[in-house]
Every structure is written in C-alpha cells, then in structure tokens.
C-alpha cells in the first residue's frame, strides 16, 4: 500500500477487548490496537480491515497508562502469540478474572463467588507448536507476527520451559536445507517428565538418508528422547530412546505430539488438589470423569482410592491410557457429543467430574441435570461454554459453591476455571 493508503491517527484508548487490546474511535469508526491499554494517548496507523474489524498498528506511546510494564519478550510487539506482556499485575489478575465474571454475567449467574486467579506463571508451558518457512527468499523459523500470515525467526520464549529454547537454533540450521523442497514445516516439541519429544510434519517427501541422518544427530547431541517426522499421515521415528510420559497420580502415562496434554505439569497438580479439597476426607467413593483424556484427573483420584470409571472418545489418549495398570479405573470409549450418559447412567455415581474440551457439555449437562448426581466438579477451559452449562444445572437444582480460575496460558486471552456444585 502506499502511504496515503496508510492514515496515521493520534487517539485515547478508550477500552479494552475481551482479548486485551486497545480500541479506539477514528471519525466514528472503532480500531482495534494490540499492545495498547486504555486512557493511552497513542500515535496508530491504520493497517487492514475486515468486514466487521479495522485495526491499527500501534506506532508511539504519547502517554502511557499507570497500568502499563515493561515487556520481559524481545519478541514482544512483534510475535502474534502474547497480547498481554505490557499490563501490571494488579491489571492482568483483574482482567484474566473479569473474563469469568463477564461470562457468568451474560447467563445471569451470581459472580461473588469468583476468587482471585491462581496464575502459574512464565517459563513453565511444556509444549510448542512452530514453523519454518521461506519468506520473501529467507528461512523464517518461529511463530506469525502479530495480526499476520508473516512468520518471524524467534530467538528466545519466556513461556516455554527452559528445556525448548535452546533447540531453536539447531533445529533452524539442521531444517534449513529440508526449505529448498519443502514450502512449510511444523514442529512439535512436548518436554516430558522424562525428556523431550519433538515430532516434524508437513513433508511431502520421505527425507533422504543425509536429512535423515542430520536430525538423528541433533536428537543425540540435544538429548530428545524421541523425534520422528511425518510425510503426510505417514510418521517415520528417526531416534528412540525411551517413550515420552507424564505422571498422573501413582502412574506414568503415554504422551504424543498431538494427544491433549495440559499446557503446564503445574496444572496438572493445581487440579489435582482442587479434587482432593473437595473429596479428599472422603471414604472411597463411585466417580464418574467425563471427558477423561490420559487420565489427568481419573489417576489422581484412584491415588486417593476412589474408584473411577473415566469415559472418552479420542483413541489416542484411550490407548495410553489402557496401558495404565489401575485396577481402580474402568474405561470407556464413547462420544459425549453424540451419545451422552443418559440421566439413570449416573445413579451409581457418588460424584462426578468432567472437564471437556471449549465446546463445553450442552448435551451431556441436560442429562445430568436430570440425574441423581448430587455433585459435581467442573474444569473449564472455555468461560463461556462454562457458564451456559452451569445456568441450565442451576435451573435444575444445582448450586455453585467455589469458583477458582486458573491461568495457565500466561499472557494471552485465555483462563481455565474450576468449580464446585452440588445440590
């Protein structure tokens, strides 16, 4: 575009999206502007518009808000994948809980119950998903900038364990020749408990001996447990050395590159203890764990001897988790979605739990509402499929009884929720 196709405005941030960033109004149009926060006086220029966004790039800070903090990423402004880097802490634990109470808001619930975020914090995400691609003649390995399809090289990420960084520039220099045959790359590199699983996919070819033997050589060198890469479904194992797991309860569990796994071994432990404070004085009790996964929370109640029957439909989670010698679990494969447990299928259940994906349990929470099921704990990663779900168990009986959000994803949109009913 040419510059008069880029106007440049000075504004007042006026207030924040749901996702954190600034608007502001030019000539009766609202812009949004990532990086910015509200009362900000700030130079912006326009940059592209859809049919229902125009947003502007945030070019200089004239006033800054009280609320806003120096940047700890030197990828910060430029990577697309943290938005809120720049708010104070009092600023970020007030929105991360706003999220939460805007959700319960709009269903109409009671919010008093919503505690302060229990904020895990940087440094601690245990699986990274990027890319290597040519880009105008050059090998960009990372992320897409911020509001775009344009990769960047990243350096550094203070999100991800210290473990990941360091394979940044040797996976670029060993991946660098694969981009004269290859258009696109994704890695997906998963650390452990007992070290780092890394899995390359997007190749239309089988690699040839040489590439082969390049990655073999960056696995031993770097310690990687296992890497594999895949030519279309087909996925090839290059380097093995013992097979990636996380704990769960008293059990190490099967982990892939594409199964669902908490973002933080934190998480994992933070959810467990959410469990025990609410059954641990309990005799050993019937529980039921919808949407069970690789057993994150079936295997830390059969620690604490509850009998557990855990219930999903992603084979790859259920077969890891087959392979777990719990005597106290019972697995079942089957699709919430499609074939919910009908109302009289939980009677032999003491609790329940279930923690689905963002979707929520519309059609799973009808039938437990019409349940004997007196309670029940709830994870959620989706606020708002959270608080749809609790409105039509509170119209049947229900009552929430704690509310605690979990921030997991450190700077983004994004907050988990736990919650206690019963009736």
């Not at 890394?198 to 073999?216: C, H, M, R, W, Y």
């Not at 059990?251 to 609410?278: N, R, Y």
Request: hydrophobic share 40%.
């Amino acid at each position: 575009m040419s510059q008069e196709e880029n106007p440049k405005h000075s504004v007042i941030i006026e207030f924040l999206t749901k996702r954190g960033e600034g608007v502001a109004c030019v000539e009766g149009r609202e812009l949004i502007v990532p990086f910015a926060l509200s009362g900000e006086r700030v130079t912006i220029e326009e940059r592209f518009k859809t049919r229902k966004i125009k947003w502007g790039k945030l070019l200089e800070i004239h006033e800054s808000s009280p609320d806003r903090i120096p940047a700890v990423c030197e990828h910060f402004g430029t990577c697309g994948g943290c938005l809120l880097q720049h708010f104070s802490a009092t600023l970020y634990k007030d929105y991360k809980k706003n999220l939460i109470l805007e959700a319960l808001r709009v269903q109409g619930l009671d919010t008093s119950l919503i505690q302060n975020p229990i904020i895990v914090g940087a440094g601690q995400r245990r699986r990274i998903d990027f890319m290597a691609r040519k880009w105008d003649g050059e090998v960009k390995m990372g992320f897409h900038e911020a509001e775009s399809k344009k990769p960047f090289n990243v350096q550094s990420c203070p999100l991800v364990h210290p473990d990941i960084p360091p394979l940044f520039e040797p996976l670029r220099q060993v991946v660098t020749p694969f981009l004269e045959q290859e258009r696109l790359i994704h890695f997906f590199i998963t650390r452990a408990q007992n070290g780092l699983d890394v899995l390359l996919a997007g190749f239309k070819e089988p690699l040839n001996t040489d590439q082969e033997q390049s990655l073999i050589d960056l696995a031993k060198a770097h310690g990687i447990i296992r890497l594999a890469y895949k030519v279309k479904k087909r996925e090839t194992v290059l380097h093995f050395m013992e097979t990636p797991t996380v704990r769960f309860g008293n059990h190490d569990v099967e982990v892939t590159a594409f199964g669902f796994l908490q973002a933080t071994e934190a998480s994992d432990k933070i959810f467990a203890d959410f469990l025990e404070k609410h059954l641990g004085d309990s005799e050993p009790l019937n529980i039921i764990d919808l949407f069970c996964g690789r057993g994150t929370l079936s295997l830390a109640l059969t620690k604490r001897g509850h009998r557990v029957k855990g219930i999903e439909c992603d084979g790859q989670a259920l077969k890891a988790l087959q392979k777990v010698p719990e005597p106290l679990l019972e697995i079942e494969e089957r699709n919430l979605f499609e074939s919910p447990l009908l109302a009289e299928e939980f009677d032999s259940a003491d609790v329940v739990v279930m923690n689905p994906p963002r979707a929520g349990a519309d059609i799973q929470t009808q039938e437990l509402a019409k349940s004997s099921c007196k309670k029940l704990i709830y994870i959620s990663c989706n606020p708002e499929s959270f608080a749809r779900d609790c409105h039509h168990l509170l119209e049947n009986g229900f009552q929430l009884r704690e509310i605690i959000p979990v921030d997991q994803f450190m700077w983004t949109p994004h907050i988990e929720v736990m919650a206690y009913l019963e009736r």
